[in-house]
């Protein structure tokens, strides 16, 4: 195996880890794969999983967007500052802020 197939293993397996504790800590300690009591199951399915769920898209969406724009400015060390997308982030979360509300 080499080192990259490695990495990505490697990669995988803290994630899986992550999303794992992400289920089980909280206020209350509980086990993801057989919850004790129905209240936390319910603590699992409403609360728990969306937020991990959640956080596994978004985190997949950040890396497709930070890939897609190193292909598309030909540079694998690019940043959001070299097309202004983090200003124009800015001024979205601003705008969006000042119309929704605090």
Do not use: C, H, K
């Not at 609360?47 to 950040?62: C, D, H, Q, S, T």
């Not at 890396?63 to 997308?85: D, H, I, R």
């Amino acid at each position: 195996m080499n080192r990259a197939a490695r990495g990505l293993l490697l990669a995988a397996g803290f994630g899986a880890l992550g999303d794992v504790l992400g289920l089980a800590l909280g206020e209350r300690w509980i086990d993801p794969w057989s919850p004790a009591t129905e209240l936390d199951a319910r603590i699992l399915e409403s609360l728990r999983l969306p937020r991990v769920l959640n956080a596994v898209v978004v985190g997949a969406l950040l890396a497709m967007a930070g890939t897609w724009l190193q292909v598309l400015v030909g540079n694998p060390l690019a940043e959001p500052y070299v097309l202004g997308v983090a200003g124009s982030g800015s001024v979205g979360a601003i705008v969006a802020i000042a119309l929704v509300g605090g």
